[in-house]
Structure formats: C-alpha cells, structure tokens
C-alpha cells in the first residue's frame, strides 16, 4: 500500500511539474528585441551639427558594436517636435534581449576609446554637444509581435 501511495504522489507530482514546465504566456503577444532609446531636442539650428557629430562617434561606436555582435542595429528617426517642449531627434539601439545589456561598460568602453579616443577626449566631446542639443529623456522599450 505504501509502495503505491509513493508512485501516486510522485505521478501526481510529475504530471504538476510537465504541466507547469509546458504552460504558455496567456500575454497576447510574443517576446522581442530591446530598444534603447534616446530623445533629443536640437537647439534651434543646430540639427545638422548634432547629426554630423554623430556620424563620427554614434555612428563609428555602434558599427563596431555591431561587427562585435553586441547589438543587432541602430536607427536615427528625426522630425519635427510637436510642441516646444518635444524631442525632434530619437536616438534608437536594438539588442537582442535584456541579458546583452548586462556589465556593457566592459563591453562598450573600448569601444568608445577606439572611436572616441581618450576619456578626457570623450568627455570633451560630450561637453560640447551641450551647447547644441538637450538629452530629454532615455527609455528601454521590448518590441513585441501580436500574435
């Protein structure tokens, strides 16, 4: 009677864990990407020099980024702000999921030192975009397929 009480938990047990293992996500859609996004607000009339800086550091950056297989592509959406108070550059970086992400200081600062140069070559480059552009907010967005 033991031996059959033991088989009958553990087939209960069993049949739980299978169950549990093989359930599917009632979420209506399906997992993708992450997106990290940067909105930005030119000052007025200096879109152009924001973008060719870009061409140089954004871009360099994340091609090599890309070669390294570190991220999967990059966009640059720009238009015009809805209001004086929005972004009319949006600054976008696809990875293929969360984990990527992790210790990507490690990953993407020589990077950075090979494109960029120097820290203090970096961070004078970053002092200068100040005066010709504002940082209004960054998001990390997943992309996800309805299903």
């Known amino acids: 009677m033991k031996k059959y009480l033991i088989l009958a938990v553990a087939a209960a047990t069993f049949t739980a864990w299978t169950g549990l293992c093989s359930a599917q996500s009632d979420a209506p859609y399906t997992e993708g990407p992450v997106w990290q996004l940067t909105m930005v607000k030119a000052k007025f009339g200096m879109g152009d020099d924001y973008l060719k800086g870009l061409a140089k550091t954004f871009k360099g950056t994340l091609e090599e980024a890309k ?3 570190l991220i999967m592509d ?31 200081r490690e990953k993407f600062d020589p990077i950075s030192r090979k494109v960029e140069g120097s ?13 010709i552009r504002e940082i209004l907010g960054n998001k990390l967005m997943r992309e996800v397929t309805l299903k």
């Open 119 to 131: 820290l203090d070559q970096q961070r004078a480059t970053a002092v200068k975009r100040q005066d």
């Open 67 to 69: 070669k390294q297989d």
């Open 74 to 104: 990059y966009k640059i959406l720009i238009g015009d702000a809805a209001n004086a108070q929005d972004f009319d550059i949006l600054l976008m970086v696809e990875s293929k999921n969360m984990a990527v992400l992790d210790n990507s």
